[in-house]
């Protein structure tokens, strides 16, 4: 009797210090990601653009990038390719050609505005400086039954990483046609401002009026 008792207890000891030891290696992982998550370098990050979009330095005299400030989670801000700026519109207005809140992006088109020609089409991994404008193909804005209004085409333009809940383009060039049926070619940057903080989105973008 005595011998199956001390059986147990060196089983439930063991059993004891098996879980403990998992226990302590669990708040080892959870502590060192919730130091690394507080502590990382915040991405890279730009500053919403006052004015116009200017050239890249370095990159070729046709490609512009511009900085918009989307971190109200509530209105948008709307882009008009024209003026290379952000502009004062609303959704049923002609004078803008993008629209962003946070990571959402719209066309001036469909169901967001069917008075607009706008809609895209993703191009898929190539080089902004080395795509085409495609003649079809375009995807106008749409209701999905669970995220709302939305592009089709520019709804996933990033990827999260969900352990490190980290924003980053995938870096595909887009044909985007405009509320007056212009196309331009847009690529995303980063969602990040300056300070390291979401919301503001930098894009490429080449645009030739009348094409």
């Known amino acids: 009797m005595r011998t199956t008792t001390s059986k147990g207890r060196l089983l439930l000891r063991r059993f004891a210090l098996g879980a403990g030891a998992l226990v302590a290696v669990a708040a080892l992982l959870v502590g060192g990601w919730l130091l690394w998550s507080l502590f990382r370098p915040p991405p890279d990050g730009f500053s919403p653009t006052v004015g116009q979009a200017a050239g890249v330095v370095g990159g070729s005299s046709n490609v512009l990038q511009y900085t918009i400030d989307a971190r ?5 801000v709307y882009f008009a390719f024209s003026s290379g700026a952000a502009v004062t519109a609303s959704q049923d207005r002609l004078d803008w050609d993008l629209a962003f809140r946070r990571t959402d992006v719209l066309t001036n088109g469909g169901e967001t505005n069917p ?3 706008g809609g895209a089409v993703d191009l898929g991994e190539v080089a902004l400086a080395e795509a085409l404008r495609p003649d079809d193909g375009y995807l106008a804005d749409a209701t999905h039954d669970e995220r709302g209004l939305e592009n089709p085409a520019l709804h996933k333009w990033y990827s999260y990483n969900w352990t490190t809940h980290i924003v980053k383009s995938k870096h595909h060039t887009y044909a985007v046609r405009g ?6 070619l847009v ?4 969602y990040y401002c300056d300070d390291g903080s979401p919301g503001c989105v930098t894009f490429q973008y080449v645009f030739s009026p009348g094409t």
């Open 72 to 76: 109200n989670r509530e209105a948008w």
């Open 115 to 117: 008075a607009g020609q």
């Open 179 to 184: 509320a007056s049926g212009e196309v331009a």
């Open 187 to 190: 690529t995303f940057l980063s």
